[in-house]
Each structure stands twice: as structure tokens, then as C-alpha cells.
T-cell receptor
Framework: EADIYQTPRYLVIGTGKKITLECSQT?????MYWYQQDPGMELHLIHY???????EKGDLSSESTVSRIRTEHFPLTLESARPSHTSQYLC?????????????FGSGTRLTVV | AQSVTQLGSHVSVSEGALVLLRCNYS??????LFWYVQYPNQGLQLLLK??????LVKGINGFEAEFKKSETSFHLTKPSAHMSDAAEYFC????????????FGQGTTLQVKP
């Protein structure tokens, strides 16, 4: 049973549209992460947060932005979508001790920009 | 910088045969190591993890992995493949700077033939 939820699961939108990908977790985890995954490719960290009002950019440059106003919620926003943003986006969370427990992942959002 | 290498982007085995997925890491400090599995159109699910206890780690679905410090390896094995094991497998290592972040390999697709 998933304790971290991503919506929508699939999204097809036109170029230039603003979109927000939702991610919520019910485990009270402090740390949350967004990964971008292209087909057959590794995961690239694009944003992470260690708690409320804490956000950092990840290892892969991204035109998206994130916010962390509540512990359980970590949405990702693209102000103007482009075809190059077509990818799968995975949200994950971990406990304060994070590195030992590992991550819990959501089911992902597959985004297609046409 | 810490890195993870998974040898072989595609591995094909017959049902009932041994599964061996290779993972090597680069780190001067023994890290925490993880294997995740990703089924089509799903997020990642934790298979097993090494956190400096026993070097032979048993996970879910009959998988196990052995941490070998001298070889900087953490290969994943299963004695007998099942059709349901067909999926993408990711090896991950903890960031040695103790940020709580995980660094993922590029993934290995396991195909199981009847």
C-alpha cells in the first residue's frame, strides 16, 4: 500500500502550459525528493527538501520549481512546459535518518509535452 | 565523487535460471547500499539494503546481495528466476557527504524467458 501519492499518473499537455505535479506522503517524513527519469536511463535528482520551507536544487539542472509549505506536500511546478520536459517524474521521501532507511517512492507521473 | 556502475543495461535469463545483476561503487568510505526494483509504469520499490551489518543481505522475493568491500561490489542474485521478476533494477549508494541523498546507477533491465 502506497504511503506516498503522486498525481496525475499520466499527463499530456501542450507547449507553454503551466503545470503542477503533486506529491503527498502520510508518513511524516522530513526529507522529500524529486527525480527525473527518462526511458531506460538512470534517475536524476532535480530537487530535494529537508523540511518545511527548505528546498534545494539537485544534481541535474531543471527549469522546474518546488515548494514545501507543509511536511506532507512537495509539489513540482513547470511554468512553461516544453517538449524537452517530456519524462517520468518520481517523488520520494525518507525519514530524518534517511540514508539508512532508504527512500519510499511514489508511482510516478509520466509527462508528455506536445 | 561517489558513483555507481551497473554492468549490463540488459540481462536475459531463462525461467528457473540464476539471476545475477552486477553493481560496483566507488567510495573510500564504506557506504550504505540499496537495490530497488521498478515494474512498468510504477515507482521504485526497495528490494534490500546493506547498512554495515551482515555482508550477505536477504531481501524480498527471494533476492539477496553480498557486500564485498575488497571488490567494491554489491551484486544482486536470485537462485531461480520467475517470470514475475522481469523488471528494471537499480543499485544505489549513499552520498558519502552524509546528506541523506542516494546516488543511483543507470539501471539493468531483467528479461525472463519462458
Amino acid at each position: 500500500e502506497a504511503d506516498i501519492y503522486q498525481t496525475p499518473r499520466y499527463l499530456v499537455i501542450g507547449t507553454g502550459k503551466k503545470i503542477t505535479l503533486e506529491c503527498s506522503q502520510t508518513m511524516g517524513h522530513d526529507k522529500m525528493y524529486w527525480y527525473q527519469q527518462d526511458p531506460g536511463m538512470e534517475l536524476h535528482l532535480i530537487h530535494y527538501s529537508y523540511g518545511v520551507n527548505s528546498t534545494e536544487k539537485g544534481d541535474l539542472s531543471s527549469e522546474s520549481t518546488v515548494s514545501r509549505i507543509r511536511t506532507e506536500h512537495f509539489p513540482l511546478t513547470l511554468e512553461s512546459a516544453r517538449p524537452s520536459h517530456t519524462s517520468q517524474y518520481l517523488c520520494a521521501s525518507s525519514e530524518r535518518t534517511g540514508v539508512v532507511a532508504g527512500y519510499t517512492f511514489g508511482s510516478g507521473t509520466r509527462l508528455t509535452v506536445v | 565523487a561517489q558513483s555507481v556502475t551497473q554492468l549490463g543495461s540488459h540481462v536475459s535469463v531463462s525461467e528457473g535460471a540464476l539471476v545475477l545483476l552486477r553493481c560496483n561503487y566507488s567510495s573510500s568510505v564504506p557506504p550504505y547500499l540499496f537495490w530497488y526494483v521498478q515494474y512498468p509504469n510504477q515507482g521504485l520499490q526497495l528490494l534490500l539494503k546493506y547498512t554495515s551489518a551482515a555482508t550477505l543481505v536477504k531481501g524480498i522475493n527471494g533476492f539477496e546481495a553480498e557486500f564485498k568491500k575488497s571488490e567494491t561490489s554489491f551484486h544482486l542474485t536470485k537462485p531461480s528466476a520467475h517470470m514475475s521478476d522481469a523488471a528494471e533494477y537499480f543499485c544505489a549508494v549513499s552520498d558519502p557527504s552524509n546528506t541523506g541523498k542516494l546516488i543511483f546507477g543507470q539501471g539493468t533491465t531483467l528479461q525472463v524467458k519462458p
